[in-house]
Nanobody, 125 residues
Framework: QVQLVESGGGLVQAGGSLRLSCAASGRTFSSYDMGWFRQAPGKEREFVAYINWSGGITTYADSVKGRFTISRDNAKNTVYLQMNSLKPEDTAVYYC??????????????????WGQGTQVTVSS
């Protein structure tokens, strides 16, 4: 089992940057694939980015490709989301999630087994 705690959210102007962190407890962090999702008020939770256990494979939603970068440091049990060129439509609660099972789509939040509490990102225009 793993516990996840996000940090780094806040209020930023359009065009600005934020770096989210997700710290994991437990000795098996390096065995989990990790994802970032976000949920805006009244909307479904949506996929943002994915990174496999080694960091060798990353995938992004089209809406953030070229602006966001996911990375991980297994020695620090932490996954990051660097967000640049932020837009008002990026405003949401951002969640990190750990995927323990090999099956299930990486794009579907139901495929992930452990979740953090979320961190608010607000982008003003």
């Amino acid at each position: 089992q793993v516990q996840l705690v996000e940090s780094g959210g806040g209020l930023v102007q359009a065009g600005g940057s934020l770096r989210l962190s997700c710290a994991a407890s437990g000795r098996t962090f390096s065995s989990y694939d990790m994802g970032w999702f976000r949920q805006a008020p009244g909307k479904e939770r949506e996929f943002v980015a994915y990174i496999n256990w080694s960091g060798g494979i990353t995938t992004y939603a089209d809406s953030v490709k070229g602006r966001f970068t996911i990375s991980r440091d297994n020695a620090k049990n932490t996954v990051y989301l660097q967000m640049n060129s932020l837009k008002p439509e990026d405003t949401a609660v951002y969640y990190c999630a750990a995927k323990a099972r090999p099956r299930g789509s990486i794009y579907q939040w139901r495929s992930y087994d452990y979740w953090g509490q979320g961190t608010q990102v607000t982008v003003s225009s």
